[in-house]
Nanobody, 123 residues
Framework: QVQVVESGGGSVQPGGSLRLSCTTS????????MNWVRQAPGKGLEWVSS????????NYADSVKGRFTISRDNAKNTLYLQLNSLKTEETAMYYC????????????????WGQGTQVTVSS
């Protein structure tokens, strides 16, 4: 059984930082690209970042470039997202997912998703 579990969320002030983790099991983690997706209150899903299977190639939404860093540790079957200089509008549930982006579009019916971890940015 595939399991995907996010953690590391919390409440921070604008400009603060968090490090999110996504632990996985039930599949060969090292051969799969992985993604972070977020959903702000009342908003749709927004793709944030992706990483290839080796961790040598990464992609970011324009809105987070220079502030967020995606990484992975294949020995630990774990994906990470470092969030720096957080903005209030980035309050959202952050999800880790495998096989959830098809031709650049988020497909919730596909792939494997975690339960999400809440990030709240407020003064």
């Amino acid at each position: 059984q595939v399991q995907v579990v996010e953690s590391g969320g919390g409440s921070v002030q604008p400009g603060g930082s968090l490090r999110l983790s996504c632990t996985t099991s039930g599949f060969t983690f090292s051969i799969w690209p992985m993604n972070w997706v977020r959903q702000a209150p009342g908003k749709g899903l927004e793709w944030v970042s992706s990483i290839n299977r080796s961790g040598l190639s990464t992609n970011y939404a324009d809105s987070v470039k220079g502030r967020f860093t995606i990484s992975r540790d294949n020995a630990k079957n774990t994906l990470y997202l470092q969030l720096n200089s957080l903005k209030t509008e980035e309050t959202a549930m952050y999800y880790c997912c495998r096989s959830c982006v098809v031709a650049g579009r988020i497909e919730t019916e596909f792939g494997y998703w975690g339960q999400g971890t809440q990030v709240t940015v407020s003064s």
